[in-house]
């Protein structure tokens, strides 16, 4: 059964919940069938079913026993039928390839979400890890790095 939100903000706890719970299925409940998901990592899912697939895998080998904790959101409405919300995160419990412990992370989800007549339901996100002190990534020979190009006493 989709899960209808009685108002645009819903999703951040109905987003939490999900995850704290491990429960890909009422993860992805929160999405409209056609609704499209990119990650942190820009892998794209196109709908509700691949939305719970990636998050069905995930909560079995790269989140087991994590837990999200949502900020509080914010909305902008857009018409009467439409809405933005955006909400930072913070996340402890992933494990690295071989089950090892890895370090906390933050980020920010951002929620397209439309009216229907029972309710609100997301119909895009957008996953972003938050990449302290950086401005961008680049790449380079030796690999990838988030990096910021101000220099210190600079204005």
């Known amino acids: 059964m989709v899960t209808l939100l009685k108002t645009p903000e819903d999703i951040v706890a109905g987003w ?17 069938e056609d609704a499209e998901f990119v990650n942190v990592v820009g892998l794209w899912w196109h709908d509700r079913k691949n939305i719970y697939t990636a998050h069905a895998f995930g909560f079995t080998h790269i989140f087991p026993h994590s837990r999200i904790s949502m900020d ?4 902008r409405l857009i018409g009467a039928d439409a809405a933005v919300v955006q909400s930072k995160w913070h996340l402890t419990g992933q494990v690295t ?9 933050f980020g920010i989800l951002t929620f397209v979400l439309e009216r229907r007549a029972e309710g609100w339901i997301t119909v895009a996100a957008q996953n972003t890890d938050i ?5 961008t990534h680049v790449n380079l020979p030796e690999g990838r790095g ?7 006493g600079t204005a």
């Open 16 to 32: 939490q919940d999900a995850w704290n719970l491990a429960d890909a299925a009422a993860l992805a409940e929160l999405f409209a």
């Open 97 to 105: 390839p071989t089950g090892e412990p890895a370090g906390d992370r």
């Open 131 to 135: 990449e302290p002190s950086a401005q």
């Open 146 to 152: 988030a990096i910021h190009y101000k220099k210190r």
């Open 72 to 75: 509080e959101p914010r909305t």
